[in-house]
């Protein structure tokens, strides 16, 4: 178990594993505990440029409100694959999928309407599409050809075993390329920094693209940090 005081040789992925809200402070951050959450805290502190005394005191508080709280840890570390798999499907598939619809119209507006003054809008609706695409195809491989091999690899049936994990990493270079395009929308709007004249639509775009973000990262940490590394 993780404690503090916390040693900055810990794991990002173990910090987050052990705790899933502190997810929110490495966001904050900018500390990607995801596709980039098997390196030490220390490493991630020098990298990005961060006042570790900053940082370490909101993790410190996140530790200190859930010391006495039971979390979700059955789902991110005891649960067996089905189940995880199943919770991913559920919860992160079946959520990203509606929010790609449900956003796509506000996001082709928003550039439509203010791509003029805000070319950097432009280049939001490009990287929003190319990820919706991108995803939506990552997902369906995972639901209809990934995700059976993995429970074949839990429960010893699987024909091809080096073709199930070379899927799954394939799967890893994928997440890596979605969380790409995150970072390069996350660049291009400065952060999700509104200018002085965005409209009641630009301030939606915005909010719902950070929030995708946050749910796109969660799902590929708990399958590139829990899910995954069972079968390697």
């Not at 991108?134 to 491989?141: P, R, S």
């Amino acid at each position: 178990m993780i404690t503090f005081p916390l040693s900055t040789n810990t794991l990002v992925k173990d910090i987050v594993n052990e705790l899933p809200k502190t997810s929110d402070v490495f966001k904050k951050f900018r500390i990607d505990f995801c596709c980039g959450g098997n390196i030490p805290l220390s490493k991630a502190i020098a990298e990005n440029g961060i006042n570790e005394e900053a940082l370490l005191d909101e993790l410190r508080v996140v530790f200190e409100k859930n010391s006495s709280t039971e979390t979700d840890l059955e789902v991110w570390t005891k649960s067996d694959s089905t189940t995880i798999i199943d919770h991913v499907i559920n919860h992160y598939h079946r959520t990203s999928q509606e929010e790609l619809s449900l956003l796509s119209p506000y996001v082709t507006k928003v550039s439509r309407v203010h791509g003029d003054n805000h070319p950097e809008l432009l280049k939001v609706y490009e990287l929003f599409y190319e990820f919706k695409k991108e995803l939506i195809d990552h997902m369906t491989k995972e639901e209809e050809v990934v995700f059976p091999l993995i429970k074949q690899l839990a429960d010893g049936t699987v024909e091809n075993r080096e073709e199930a994990i070379n899927m799954i990493v394939e799967l890893e270079k994928e997440h890596d390329h979605a969380g790409e395009i995150l970072r390069q929308i996350r660049a291009v709007t400065s952060d999700f920094t509104l200018p002085l004249d965005a409209c009641g639509t630009y301030r939606l775009v915005y909010k719902r693209l950070e929030d995708l973000e946050g749910l796109t990262f969660m799902h590929v940490h708990l399958e590139n940090n829990i899910l995954f590394p069972r079968y390697f």
